[in-house]
């Protein structure tokens, strides 16, 4: 079982639908990351959360919205995607100099 | 900037046999963390190992081990007993600890291992 959850699964959506990512985890952690990864190739940092505050991002396109409700929350909110977003989405969170534990993704597919 | 090198994109081993996986890194700082993460076809990138960068000790765990050469910046893999179950995409990661709760990572391009029954 993965300390990191990440739901959905799959998705798939149109250009012009809104839809939400989730990840949670219940290890205390207080870093929360979010990753785009295409296939074959390493993960790409997207937004880092510090203590529920958005410490990183890294250039992302606006049609991308994180969110961090509380410590153990974290969302990514998706609208008017390109079909090159299409990828595995990853979550992670970390404490300290700990390494960072990450869920199972979700397969996003755009149309 | 750090950068992490993985220059073997595919390996292939006997099941049983011992393989080693290659990661060279560069950097200017002296207290870094240095991670080996695997991930299956199942996509969870799953740690695998840890190396402090302090520590003269290489890590092991398991049937997995690392040779790490600070001086030559080098943190190679070996997994002894190879299994089926190893067959996998490998990153190699680099952390620079950073004040606060986060630090970022910086990973190589992996490299995808198929173990042979």
């Known amino acids: 079982d993965t300390e990191v959850t990440q739901t959905p699964k799959h998705l798939v959506m149109g250009m012009t639908n809104k839809k939400s990512l989730k990840c949670e985890q219940h290890?205390?952690?207080?870093?929360m990351y979010w990753y785009k990864q295409k296939a074959k190739k390493p993960p790409e940092l997207m937004f880092v959360?510090?203590?529920?505050?958005?410490?990183i991002n890294e250039s992302v396109p606006s049609r991308f919205s994180p969110e961090c409700p509380n410590s153990s929350l974290l969302n990514l909110h998706l609208h008017a995607l390109q079909p090159e977003d299409s990828a595995l989405y990853l979550c992670?969170?970390?404490?300290?100099?700990?390494?960072?534990?990450f869920g199972d993704g979700t397969r996003l597919s755009i149309l | 900037a750090q950068t992490v090198t993985q220059s073997q994109p595919e390996m292939s081993v006997q099941e049983a046999e011992t393989v080693t996986l290659s990661c060279t890194y560069d950097?200017?700082?002296?207290?870094?963390?240095l991670f080996w993460y695997k991930q299956p076809p199942s996509r969870q990138m799953i740690l695998v190992i840890r190396?402090?960068?302090?520590?003269?000790q290489n890590a092991t765990e398991n049937r997995f081990s690392v040779n790490f050469q600070k001086a030559a910046k080098s943190f190679s893999l070996k997994i002894s007993d190879s299994q089926l179950g190893d067959t996998a995409m490998y990153f190699c990661?680099?952390?620079?600890?950073?004040?606060?709760?986060?630090?970022?990572?910086?990973f190589g391009k992996g490299i995808t291992l198929s173990v042979r029954p």
């Open positions: 950097t200017s700082e002296s207290n870094y963390y």
């Open positions: 992670a969170s970390s404490q300290d100099y700990e390494p960072q534990h």
């Open positions: 290890m205390g952690h207080r870093a």
């Open positions: 190396q402090e960068a302090y520590k003269q």
């Open positions: 959360y510090s203590y529920e505050k958005l410490s």
């Open positions: 990661a680099f952390m620079k600890p950073n004040t606060g709760a986060n630090s970022k990572l910086t």
